[in-house]
């Protein structure tokens, strides 16, 4: 690991105790997958661009709802919003604004977003965000709960942990949202992609225990983000207390895998994941070189859930 | 060097050189400035007729492809 992880256990290292839809994805999806991108952390530059991008967009919509709900109109929150974002995209050592390097994510791309995305749904959304009792909006709203599984190697009690963009209001119901960025169409096969899906699963789930309110369900508020548009879409992502009940039962099952294969120190490929796998470049060469490949290809990040925000 | 004319009309900045600028440096009409541009980018576009709008082929990195993706189940 590149510097200590507080989601990981002091006694075992390489067991997560933390867990978040990022992590707990990884690993579902390949334990090598999940070797090399949270206990390692290596991610592509690409990645890097998404995620950067993605944690602005959700910064920036975070200081106009704030802005709103400190009765500014829109046009200031905006302002707000854009200033922010402008701030935050200029590397002031180098005396310049943010290069990704990417024709669709990039600050440019960012600011026109942000600004059709919330001209469209800042002054007229049918979801009304939900107001918590210290007067603030319930936007980037950090959970953290105890699961009652525990670790074998450990003892330790495993927690599952993340971010809510936000929780709103729609015809008398509350329903959490997230909001995505994408380079993708809207089709119906971008939304179909979530169910299943674990975030889609792990959320709501989350969302009715923490918030101690009847979630009605989850909503992809989605950011088509082209070379020369933004185009956005929403659709609720249906959820069942029964499908949410079955995705808990499950995840003790990845937990306790996750713990085997933490205790053999092996992350075996599943070589049937690897289409359009970052890493695929990487597992694709002998075990013996791929390091040297990873040096080249790859730059390293901490993924901490009890600390990172921002998914892709 | 010739002077500039007295009579010229002073530039709007245009929105690359607000783009470049250090945005603490940026009054809130300059902002302003940049979100008007936005949308008028988006009226503009809204506009257009449904053909002339830019498309992009789906990037494929061919490098990458082999006959294992062609014939994935």
Redesign the interface.
Known sequence: MTEPNSSFSRQFPTVQIAWDSTSLGAYKKCPRFYELSIIQGWQTRAQSVDLRFGILYHGATERYDHARAQGQDH?TA??TA??WT??QT?EVAL???WASGDNNKN??TL??TL??YL?QFGENDPFETVILANGKPAVELSFRMDLDYKSHLTGEQFILCGHLDRLANFQQKTYIVDKKTTRHTLSTDYFDQFSPDNQFSLYPFAGRIVYKVPIAGIVCDAAQV????SRFERQQIPRSDEQLDEWHRELGFWLTAAQLNARTGHWPQNDKAC?RCHF??VCSKPPSVREQWLQAGFVKRTWDPLQARGDI | MTEPSPLTEATVDSLEELFARDPLKLSDIDIDKIIEEQRAQRKRLAAMPEKTRATRAKKVDLPELSAGDLFND
């Open positions: 046009q905006l302002r854009i200033r402008l701030e200029w005396g310049r604004a600050r440019g600011v026109r600004v059709w001209d082209a070379v020369t548009f289409f695929r470049s």
